[in-house]
């Protein structure tokens, strides 16, 4: 193996640890937020708001930022709830990565 190809197996592996950060999620799934829970209290003591950009999740604490990838497209969001599932999403969310008509779907998840 040449030098150049040692540098960029060596930048490959470099980049791949940052963007694949150790406390990422690989396959969880997500869904979204029933019309029923628009404008109930959260566990955080909010009014959940369906075009907010909540999350709730079973596994991050409530006020964690996230970074939630489905294919190619990535969104952002808050942890303001709890629930018995993966990941709940808000359909303000949900929407940006996916069509509603699909219900859930596997996403890449990360702190930030």
Known sequence: MNLKNTLITKLLIVSSFILSPAHAIAGTTATYYSDSYQGKKMANGQRFNQNSNTVASNRFKIGTNLRICHQNRCVTGVVRD?????????????????SLKKGSISVQVSKI
């Not at 018995?84 to 929407?95: E, V």
């Open 82 to 98: 709890k629930c018995r599932c993966s990941l709940d999403l808000s359909k303000g969310l949900f929407r940006q990565l996916s």
